[in-house]
């Protein structure tokens, strides 16, 4: 990750999706890694806006009014920051 980018999420209080509690309403900072292609096709993408509805194995969010469950594995690639 370049160090510039790295500093903005530090700043930003970034998080993995798997971190951020049930209920938080979260903006989508980074997805990494080959399986986020599939998520960005969907429009699960950069700085959109999702809220967390459930964790467990497979985590449910809230995405432009479309419910969209994932998987743990994939929730660790999902950097967020809380919407304030």
């Known amino acids: ?10 700043a930003d209080s970034a998080m993995t999706l798997n971190q951020a509690s049930v209920g938080c309403d979260l903006q989508i ?24 509805l459930s964790g467990g194995r497979n985590l449910i969010c809230s995405v432009c009014g479309t419910r969209m469950a994932i998987s743990r594995e994939l929730a660790e690639q999902v950097l967020v920051a809380p919407v304030s």
């Open 29 to 52: 900072k980074l997805l990494s890694g080959p399986s986020c292609d599939r998520l960005r096709d969907l429009g699960f993408c950069e700085q959109i806006q999702v809220r967390k």
């Open 1 to 10: 990750m370049p160090r510039a980018l790295a500093n903005d999420l530090a």
